[in-house]
């Protein structure tokens, strides 16, 4: 694994939140009510949590986002800024409040909905204001909880430079082929293949976009196709007690160590080791490594 002197420098647009935790017994079904052990509160969002986790893998990261005016939104703003993310481009509105998510989580397992709010705020005048510093970064990281108007103009403009972009694929949508075919890696969840690739055929996914697409599921495992094989990984499924975040850890991680020149390979094989770190501990953003956990 290579990590040069040279600091990765990456925009990440995207979403923040806070996060609210109901801790239960079982994942209610349907009209059943169930009472929580207790509730609380975290910094999430994809955007904001593969900002904070590139940040802490010692990247130069500028996040492009949108929050609300209300003292939700100071909060966030206040906790990028102490993970030293850029908020020279976080914007903010009073049509809506800051987003939010709601989790009800049992046994290692979730059930999550989100409120974009003002994440749907975000606007191609916002990409359009930070064009300067699409000139000169290394990698540009989207997700799929802003307008998809944004994620398509971001990666363009990106192109139009040049520059790397990663795009994790969720919450799921069917994405264009032409955005596909720009993005230099996409990560997807194996139950969403249908939904992003309209083709639910996991190999021929992967045999389609070798070395690009790389298939998570909630055991932090990831697999893709090389260009001659199967290629799967996986960590110590015992380490895995909080899958909140992972997905977002897995692409922080893998981005800069892309960043760094390294292989697919060895890209997949760090993404996953952040992955499962971050699994150790409650919330999206509590348990991201910083690039000294892996050099102590």
């Known amino acids: 694994m290579n990590f040069s002197s040279e600091q990765p420098r990456i925009i990440v647009v995207g979403s923040s939140s806070i996060d609210l935790i109901l801790e239960t017994d079982k994942i209610p079904s349907t009209n059943e009510t169930v009472l929580a052990r207790g509730s609380e509160s975290y910094f999430g969002g994809k955007g904001a949590n593969q900002a904070v986790g590139a940040s802490r893998l010692g990247a130069s990261v500028y996040f492009i986002g949108c929050v609300g005016m209300d003292p939700l939104g100071q909060q966030i703003m206040r906790n990028l800024v102490s993970e030293n993310v850029n908020v020279g ?5 009073d049509r809506e409040a800051t987003g939010t998510a709601y989790v009800t989580a049992a046994d290692g397992n979730a059930m ?9 705020c975000l606007s191609t005048e916002h ?8 000139q000169t970064v290394d990698l540009v990281l989207v997700q799929l ?7 398509e103009y971001a990666v363009k403009k990106a192109k139009k430079y040049g ?10 949508i069917r994405l264009s082929e032409e955005i596909l075919n720009l993005v230099d890696f996409v990560v997807a969840k194996s139950g969403e293949l249908y939904t992003i690739f309209g083709e639910d055929q996991r190999e021929e996914v992967l045999k389609k976009y070798f070395n690009k697409v790389f ?15 199967m290629k799967y990984y996986r960590n110590d499924k015992d380490r895995t007690v909080y899958k909140m975040g992972m997905g977002d850890a897995f692409t922080s991680g893998f981005a800069v160590a892309l960043c760094h020149g390294n292989s697919i390979e060895e890209c997949v094989k760090f993404g996953n080791e952040v992955s499962a770190r971050v699994s150790v501990k409650k919330g999206s953003q ?9 050099f102590s």
């Open 89 to 93: 481009f976080v914007y903010e509105t």
């Open 112 to 120: 999550i909905v989100v409120v974009p709010a003002a994440n749907k």
């Open 127 to 134: 990409i359009d204001a930070a064009d300067r510093y699409f």
């Open 145 to 151: 909880e802003v307008s998809i108007d944004v994620v």
């Open 163 to 172: 520059k790397k972009v990663g795009l994790y694929a969720s919450p799921a």
């Open 215 to 229: 298939v998570r599921d909630d055991t932090n495992s990831t697999i893709y196709f090389d260009g001659t094989e």
């Open 286 to 294: 509590s348990g991201l490594p910083s690039i000294s956990d892996f």
